[in-house]
């Protein structure tokens, strides 16, 4: 059975940082394109960031880009997204999902497993 776990999120002040992790059980990130997307209460779900499952193609959402950085741990099984000099305006649940074999996606619905998410709440 596939499963993946958020954790990290939390609350910090704007200019803080947080590190989110994405363990999986079940499959093996390597073999799997990763994305990690964001919902704020009221929003569409948005694309932060991915890689493809090769981890040679990185991209990230301009929103995001040059503070965010994911990065994956073949040992441990394991996405990070790195977060900096958060904004209030990154206030949302955070969420990984996974698809193998595949190239980077930003759509959402191209991905085949999901996490249940995170919470990340940024302060003014």
């Known amino acids: 059975q596939v499963q993946l776990v958020e954790s990290g999120g939390g609350l910090v002040q704007a200019g803080g940082s947080l590190r989110l992790s994405c363990a999986a059980s079940?499959?093996?990130?390597?073999?799997?394109?990763v994305g990690w997307f964001r919902q704020a209460p009221g929003k569409e779900r948005e694309f932060v960031g991915a890689?493809?499952?090769?981890?040679?193609?990185?991209y990230y959402a301009d929103s995001v880009k040059g503070r965010f950085t994911i990065s994956r741990d073949n040992t441990e099984n394991t996405v990070y997204l790195q977060m900096n000099s958060l904004k209030p305006e990154d206030t949302a649940g955070y969420y990984c999902?996974?698809?193998?074999?595949?190239?980077?996606?930003?759509?959402?619905?191209?991905?085949?497993?999901w996490g249940q998410g995170t919470q990340v709440t940024v302060s003014s």
């Open positions: 079940g499959l093996t990130f390597s073999n799997y394109a």
């Open positions: 999902a996974a698809k193998i074999y595949a190239q980077l996606t930003v759509r959402w619905d191209n991905y085949r497993y």
């Open positions: 890689f493809s499952w090769s981890g040679r193609n990185l």
